[in-house]
C-alpha cells in the first residue's frame, strides 16, 4: 500500500471548534450534549443545541426566530427555531434550541402550481416555481439538460418529492446549501482538503448498506405525445442491467405523464447507480469536528485510508455529517460515506482489496476495537 501522505499525517490535531448560533444579532455558544445533522439526501439539516441560561434572565430566542448555526467559523445552517425551551438539572441550567434549515419547509409542505403541471419546463424552472413560495433561491451547479415535456405533480405530493422526481429525470441532485437554498449539482464536484485514517482520526467505522434493494434489471415503461407514429406513441420502454445481480429480479417502473426514449433511459440508469451504490457505505465516528478549522463537509469527496475496509487513499463521498458533543464522547463527526459512483454516471468500482498497509503485525498505531480512540484522542 502507498504511503500515507505526510501532509495528512501531521495535520491531523484536535481543533478547539465550538458549536454555536445566531439569533437576533446575538451570539451563543452551544455546550455539552449538542447535535447538528445534515444530510445530502434529505435536503434539510437539523440541530438541537443547548446554550447557557441564567435564572431569571433567558436568551432573548424564541420560536420561528431566523438562526444560523456555525461549527468553528463554518456555518453550516441557515434556519429556523422550532422549539426554545428551558431546562435544569442539579449543575446545569440552560434552554434548549431546536430547530431545522430554511429548505427543511420543502420536506413537509405540500407541491402547489397554478395547473399543477409543466410543458417543455426546463429543471430549473420548474425548482424556482416549486420554491419561489418559501422565499428559497435555486442554485444552479451543473447542466441541467434539456426541457422535460411533460412534469405533474401528484396529488398532496411534497416539494421535496416533486422536486426530487423532476431532478432524477435530468440525472441531477437537489440538495441544499449553508444559507439554506436549493442547489442544483453533481455529487462530489469538491473534494474535503482532510482524509479519513484509522489509527488517526477514527474512533470506531462500521460497513453499512446491503443489496436488499437491488435488481437483476430494470424496465421503464412510459408514454410518448408523438402523433406521427402510433407504435411509439403508444408505449416506450427502456431498459437496464445490474450486472453484479445474478439470480433473476426484474424491477418494473412505470413513468409520468408523456415522456421519451433518452428520458426512460435516464431513469432506469439513475436507478441502477442509485440502489447499486446505496448498497455499500461506510459509517466512521472520528474525532472533533473540524479539520484544520473547516467543519466535515456534506457532498464532498473524502480519501480514505482504511486497512480493514481495504481503502488505501480512496475517495468517497461525504452523504451525511452528524456532529454532536456528549459527557462521554466529547465533539465527534459521525460521517456516513458511499462510493461516488452512487451519484454519478461512470461505472461503479466498490469492491475494495483487502491488504494489509503493508506493516502486518504492527498495531501501535491501529488501534483495535470499535470503541477504542483514535491516537492522541482523550
Not at 196 to 203: A, H, L, T
Not at 218 to 228: E, H, T, V
Request: glycine share 10%; net charge neutral.
Amino acid at each position: 500500500m502507498a504511503a500515507l501522505p505526510q501532509a495528512v499525517a501531521q495535520d491531523y490535531t484536535r481543533d478547539d471548534a465550538r458549536i454555536s448560533v445566531k439569533v437576533n444579532g446575538k451570539t451563543f455558544e452551544g455546550w455539552l450534549q449538542s447535535d447538528v445533522d445534515r444530510d445530502m439526501e434529505a435536503l434539510c439539516g437539523t440541530f438541537n443545541i443547548p446554550v447557557a441560561l441564567t435564572p431569571g434572565e433567558p436568551p432573548e430566542i424564541k420560536r420561528q426566530d431566523d438562526i444560523e448555526v456555525f461549527i468553528g467559523e463554518t456555518k453550516v445552517i441557515t434556519g429556523f427555531v422550532l422549539a426554545a425551551e428551558p431546562f435544569y438539572r442539579r449543575e446545569d441550567c440552560g434552554m434548549r434550541i431546536i430547530g431545522k434549515d430554511r429548505a427543511g419547509d420543502l420536506v413537509r409542505s405540500s407541491a402547489v402550481h397554478k395547473g399543477g403541471q409543466w410543458l417543455n419546463a426546463k429543471l430549473d424552472r420548474i425548482a424556482r416555481d416549486l420554491v419561489a413560495p418559501y422565499g428559497l433561491e435555486v442554485k444552479i451547479e451543473t447542466d441541467v439538460g434539456a426541457a422535460i415535456k411533460d412534469f405533474k405533480l401528484y396529488h398532496a405530493e411534497t416539494v421535496l418529492s416533486a422536486l426530487s422526481r423532476a431532478a432524477r429525470l435530468r440525472g441531477v441532485l437537489a440538495t441544499r446549501d449553508n444559507a439554506g437554498n436549493v442547489v442544483l449539482t453533481k455529487a462530489g464536484q469538491n473534494r474535503f482538503k482532510g482524509a479519513i485514517v484509522r489509527g488517526m482520526n477514527v474512533i470506531q467505522m462500521d460497513g453499512i448498506g446491503t443489496d436488499e434493494n437491488r435488481h437483476s434489471e430494470y424496465i421503464a415503461y412510459g408514454q410518448s405525445n408523438c402523433i406521427d407514429d402510433f407504435e411509439s406513441a403508444r408505449g416506450l420502454k427502456a431498459q437496464a442491467k445490474d450486472a453484479e445481480i445474478k439470480r433473476y429480479m426484474p424491477l418494473v417502473i412505470n413513468a409520468d405523464g408523456n415522456t421519451t426514449q433518452a428520458e426512460l433511459q435516464a431513469l432506469v440508469d439513475h436507478t441502477v447507480r442509485v440502489r447499486r451504490g446505496h448498497a455499500y457505505g461506510i459509517r466512521y465516528v472520528v474525532e472533533g469536528w473540524t479539520f484544520k478549522g473547516e467543519s466535515w463537509p456534506v457532498n464532498e469527496r473524502v480519501a480514505i485510508y482504511d486497512d480493514v475496509y481495504g481503502l488505501d487513499g480512496t475517495e468517497w463521498l461525504i452523504t451525511s455529517v452528524r456532529q454532536t458533543c456528549t459527557r462521554q464522547d466529547g465533539d465527534i463527526s459521525e460521517l456516513v460515506v458511499r462510493p461516488i459512483e452512487a451519484y454519478d454516471t461512470v461505472p461503479l468500482h466498490t469492491k475494495p482489496k483487502r491488504k494489509n498497509w503493508g506493516n502486518r503485525g504492527n498495531r501501535t498505531n491501529h488501534p483495535q476495537g470499535p470503541r477504542d480512540r483514535a491516537s492522541g484522542g482523550r
